[in-house]
């Protein structure tokens, strides 16, 4: 695997930035303008010097990435007042496009806490919402102070994933709800560092990696066919373990365990079979 910098693949679809700003205006709010002092020499600089760009928002850290994060009350002070700002605008963004109800969905996934959901519930959360009549969509982004060029970089991308064409030529897709990655960087035991946020709204690779406007490729080799069988027989027999382990034959039959690509609020997953499919839809 091979590291070379170069644009985020994320910043093509042109949502990054202006989403960016939002999440800025949001948190800036969530904190009524200025940041909590904390008991260490480190801290988050003031919000006038942070950031937004192709590679999301950028706030620079005074003094170690390491002593801020561990400082007393980080976590109830900025980081989980910061998490709740994001989230509330994910779940407004997500809801004022598309005809899904969050909490409902946020509500189902928490019953897997009990146990493997009902096919009821698994139909509803694979389920593809529809798209908002396009004036309902736009009075609301008006309403809420959204911006235009948000709205515009958003909609092709929720379009060919609900509404798509019957020859539409592969295009980035909506993710069915919308995320982000968060990442504290800076040198060990140095005396400054940055806090990234790089909003997600498509589906593909946006993580901690993308982030840094990295992008990672994996040499290109083909798999002897040896090898991809014996991983599918492995696959297999995993799957048929589960399957005896939680009272089920669904993943026997398949290969693997099945569940939701994505939630309204977080990246997701896929579940694939022993040969290789996506195993939800």
């Known amino acids: 695997m091979s590291n070379e910098t170069r644009p985020s693949p994320v910043t093509a679809t042109g949502y990054v930035a202006p989403l960016a700003r939002l999440f800025l205006r949001e948190i800036r709010e969530r904190f009524q ?28 850290i005074q003094g170690s990435v390491l002593e801020l994060v561990r400082a007393p009350r980080f976590f109830s002070s900025i980081l989980k007042p910061l998490a709740v700002a994001l989230e509330n605008t994910c779940r407004g ?12 969905f946020y509500a189902t996934l928490r019953k897997t806490e009990q146990g493997p959901l009902s096919p009821e519930d698994l139909d ?20 809420e102070g959204w911006p235009q060029e948000l709205l515009d970089s958003l909609l092709p991308l929720v ?4 509404r798509p064409a019957p020859d539409q030529a592969p295009a980035p897709m909506w993710r069915k709800g919308f995320g982000y990655a968060l990442v504290f960087s800076g040198p060990a035991g ?54 005896t382990e939680f009272g089920g034959s669904a993943g026997a039959e398949r290969g693997f365990s099945t569940g939701p690509r994505t939630s309204p609020g977080v990246s997701g997953f896929t579940a694939r079979d022993a040969s290789g499919r996506d195993a939800v839809d």
């Not at 379009?159 to 609900?162: G, I, K, S, Y």
């Open 93 to 104: 963004l997500t809801e004022a496009l598309v005809s899904m109800n969050c909490r409902e």
């Open 159 to 162: 379009r060919a994933r609900c």
């Open 190 to 243: 140095g005396e400054c560092g940055a806090m990234r946020i790089l909003p997600v709204a498509h589906l593909g690779p946006a993580g901690v990696v993308e982030a840094h406007g990295i992008r990672l490729e994996r040499v290109r080799r083909e798999a002897p066919s040896s090898e991809l069988r014996r991983k599918g027989l492995m696959y297999q027999a995993l799957g048929r373990k589960l399957a």
């Open 33 to 60: 303008g200025v940041l909590p002092n904390l008991p260490c020499g480190a801290r988050l600089q003031g919000f006038e010097t942070w950031s937004c760009g192709s590679s999301g928002l950028v706030a620079p």
């Open 124 to 143: 509803r959360i694979r389920a593809l919402p529809a798209m908002r009549p396009i004036n309902e969509i736009r009075d609301t982004f008006r309403r």
